[in-house]
């Protein structure tokens, strides 16, 4: 069980620096440009990534690499940017909030894994926790926003289900990078058809790109990927919901937006559905299951007492 919790940390990298990618593309990278924003953000990662692991597809894993190049970093990234640009940052991370459970309902079609009542009671509660944290009836919503963050959100599950089914025996850094290749070189001919020429860039869109292109995305996605390795897919998703808390307490630390006591209940709810999604919560549960089968054994053994024989 400790072995498996280790990867818990591991795993919680990638929506902790995904929590400041709608922040910094709102705030940073140019409008406007959803497709050079997906590839300026793609094809570096997947380049750096090479740099630790040179190896190359062989087999299904050169389809297998553009199906999920688009699911997880061409598509996605390119929705995930636009989504960003039109809707607040209160809306878009309600919406991707429900990944946990379409991850869980995938993996249960394509990988056989039951959701657990632990794991969808914690989706529930996450949920609710982040539309507590985010939600206060005041925010503009665009049409065209909501239906690329949905499609987003099914696209990025659907893809990380395949990439748990399809990542046996190739490295991480391998399925990364070439996920992130595939996607990158997929946007770019769609970019130049679309957005013409690629937008000029000022330093503080340098500095933005700098940051989801090596934190939010090389390092984030490798992550992501090792714990899906290591970890069920609905306990993956449960500690994606890290990323809206992420997005809250850096709009709290940074911008000096004051937490409302709505927003504290809504990070609690948020922490809860997560904790209930992870390994130690099955190991106090299979605990309490032991200590009580151990009571309930010994109950039946122990023969009636003077009490109990007399009313007979």
């Known amino acids: 069980m400790e072995a498996t919790f280790r990867w818990v940390p591991v795993t919680a990298i990638a929506p902790v620096a995904w929590g400041a990618t709608y922040f910094v593309t709102h705030r940073f990278l140019p409008a406007d440009y959803p497709l050079y924003g997906g590839a300026i953000r793609a094809l570096p990662a ?15 894993w050169w389809w297998r690499s553009l199906v999920l190049g688009t699911l997880n970093v061409g598509a996605f990234f390119a929705l995930i940017y636009l989504a960003a640009q039109a809707l607040p940052t209160s809306i878009a991370s309600t919406i991707m909030a429900t990944a946990p459970v379409a991850m869980m309902l995938i993996a249960w079609a394509a990988l056989s894994e039951r959701p657990r009542a632990a ?22 919503v665009s049409l065209s926003g909501v239906l690329a963050s949905v499609a987003a959100m099914a696209m990025s599950a659907l893809g990380y289900v395949l990439a748990k089914k399809w990542s046996a025996g190739i490295d991480v850094f391998s399925l990364t990078s070439w ?6 070189v997929l946007l770019l001919p769609v970019a130049a058809v679309v957005e013409g020429p690629p937008p000029t860039l ?4 340098i500095l933005g790109f700098g940051y ?13 990927f090792t714990g899906l390795r290591h970890l ?20 709290a630390v940074i911008a000096g937006e004051r937490l409302t006591p709505q927003q504290v209940c809504g990070v609690v709810l948020v922490f809860v559905g997560i904790l209930l999604g992870q390994p130690v919560a099955d190991r106090l549960v299979t605990r309490l299951r032991t200590v009580r089968a151990k009571r309930d054994a010994r109950d039946r053994r122990t023969p009636p007492g003077p009490a109990a024989a007399e009313s007979a």
Not at 47 to 60: E, F, K, N, W
Not at 119 to 140: E, P, Y
Not at 179 to 184: C, M
Not at 232 to 251: R, Y
Request: charged content about 5%; overall charge positive; proline content about 4%.
């Open 179 to 184: 996920q992130l290749i595939a996607g990158g």
């Open 119 to 140: 794991h969808l009671t914690g989706a529930g509660i996450g949920i609710g926790g982040v539309c507590l944290m985010l939600l206060d009836g005041t925010a503009a």
């Open 46 to 60: 997947g380049l750096l990534l090479i740099l630790v692991r040179r190896a190359v597809p062989h087999g299904s």
């Open 212 to 224: 989801v292109t090596i934190v939010a995305t090389a390092l984030a996605f490798a992550a992501w």
């Open 232 to 251: 069920s897919a609905g306990t993956v998703g449960l500690i994606g919901l890290l990323n809206p808390i992420t997005g809250v307490l850096l709009g």
């Open 202 to 205: 000022d330093r503080p869109a």
